[in-house]
């Protein structure tokens, strides 16, 4: 039922929210980022000025909105969030920057995807804490300079490498956000049962964070797939046993890859013969779009090492025919 689903689907979406960290020191893993921005931000409070621009990229789920928020939490300022794709018209940016009050924090998510005007209000705004608006058309359309608040832009992207030169040269600091070990993927499971009060012993919490594929956004999404699970067909506490069982009904594997991953890889070998492979037809090949193929899928099975990316194309290593139950072809010495 579609009412259901949809109240099902907003409480979730809470709790997103109730999981996220709030402070730094709350912030599992990521030892470096977290040391560079502490720097940056301790800096800019001694000083008395709005921090630099803070540029997070890295794959989705491992933390660039909850450590925006933390950025304006530990400045003690307002966070106003935005996204790259809801930035279609400068007009919105530029409503948008002349409602900050001095010191906010403005976060766009998935700021690659900006579009081109907004974008280029966003260079004279960043450096200057001005915009240019625009009034009218044609030969009459005037442009009339407008002073905004002093303010600390966090920007998220899930591909750094998209984004133009102009824009990365505006940010200050970079932090490049890793994969997390299993170990802090234990963490981020503990700390999520202890919130949601979910019985979990350690080997449970293993065995969800080995397969979360190194993002704690999935740790959070299975410790409730494998909380269902325990509460329906078993006495309602995780363990080892309760936690392989549920994740067999959800496909997800030892590795932690889902049916996209497994698709991916299926077509890679057994349709490209293991590759090389254009993103582009690979994507039509399971059915996705090539950037969900690129920016979810890929980046986890790199790491994996089971993909490679070639100037040629995507190519299947042996780890990945070995893992999918098949033997290369003798020419894939890979
Ligand atoms: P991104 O913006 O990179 O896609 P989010 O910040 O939205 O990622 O994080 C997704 C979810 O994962 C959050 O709701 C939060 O509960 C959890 N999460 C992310 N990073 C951490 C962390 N370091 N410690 C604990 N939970 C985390």
Known sequence: ?????????????????????????????????????????????????????????????????????????????????TSGPALERAGDLAAMLSNLAPGDVLFIDEIHRIARPAEEMLYLAMEDFRVDVVVGKG??????????????????????????????????????????????????????????????????????????????????RLLRRVRDYAE???????????????????DVDELGLDRLDRAVLGALTRSFGGGPVGISTLAVAVGEEATTVEEVCEPYLVRAGMLARTPRGRVATAAAWEHLGLVPPPETGR
Do not use: W
């Open 232 to 250: 329906v067909r078993a006495d309602g506490k995780v363990t080892l046993e309760v936690a392989r069982a549920a994740l067999k009904v959800y």
């Open 139 to 220: 030969p009459g359309a005037t442009s009339i300079p407008l002073e905004i608040a002093p303010f600390t832009l966090v920007g998220a992207t899930t591909r750094s490498g998209s984004l133009t030169g102009p824009l990365r040269d505006r940010f200050g600091f970079t932090g490049q956000m890793e994969f997390y070990s299993d170990r802090e993927l234990e963490l981020v499971a503990r700390r999520a049962a202890t919130i949601l009060g979910i019985a979990i012993d350690r080997d449970g919490c293993a065995e969800i964070a080995g397969r979360s594929r190194g993002t704690p956004r999935i740790v959070n």
């Open 1 to 81: 039922d579609e009412t259901l689903s949809a109240l099902a689907q907003t409480g979730e979406r809470d709790l997103e929210t109730t999981l996220r960290p709030r402070k730094l020191d709350e912030f599992v893993g990521q030892p470096r980022v977290r040391e560079q921005l502490e720097l940056v931000l301790e800096s800019a409070r001694r000083r008395g000025v709005p921090p630099d621009h803070v540029l997070l990229s890295g794959p989705p789920g491992l933390g660039k909105t909850s450590m925006a928020m933390i950025v304006a939490a530990e400045l003690g300022a307002a966070i106003r969030i």
